[in-house]
């Protein structure tokens, strides 16, 4: 049995496979996901499991170059995105229009689908390398 770390054997599995470049959506409860694109669904009820503690626990995970926001997140979630910026530091953080950001989850090797029932709570998380 795995010790530490993220627990569910879906995601464990895509993260396994990440290469440099290679992108992951966290996504709220909201947010279409295209058919093509791998969907682990965490979502129980409206709200849980919340966004940050998907985000932390993929944080602790995953090294991650760029984030991908899409600009409504400034106007209609403000508190998010001053949390996010807060717990990447120095990443590289790039914004969108939100219609052009679900155009680019198509591109994600998976869509972890949150709870969460605050708007534009979605992120694309650009894979790093550790060295």
């Known amino acids: 049995m795995k010790k530490q770390g993220i627990l569910n054997r879906e995601l464990s ?3 396994a496979t990440l290469g440099h470049g ?5 996504a709220d409860c909201g947010l279409p996901i295209p058919t ?5 669904d965490l979502s129980y009820t409206i709200g849980e499991p919340n966004f940050q503690s998907i985000f932390n626990s993929v944080k602790e995970d995953m090294v991650f170059e760029k984030v991908t926001l899409a600009n ?4 209609n979630n ?3 995105e001053r949390y996010i ?3 990447i530091g120095k990443v590289e953080v790039a914004y969108l229009s939100h219609q052009k950001f679900k155009e680019d989850i198509s591109k994600a090797k998976v869509v972890i689908r949150t709870g969460e029932a605050t708007p534009y709570a979605n992120v694309i998380l ?3 390398v550790i060295f």
């Open 22 to 26: 290679d992108t992951v959506v966290i």
């Open 85 to 87: 910026e807060k717990e």
């Open 78 to 80: 403000p508190q998010l």
């Open 36 to 40: 093509t694109v791998k969907c682990v």
């Open 126 to 128: 650009q894979s790093g």
């Open 72 to 75: 409504e997140i400034k106007d």
């Open 13 to 15: 599995a895509v993260f």
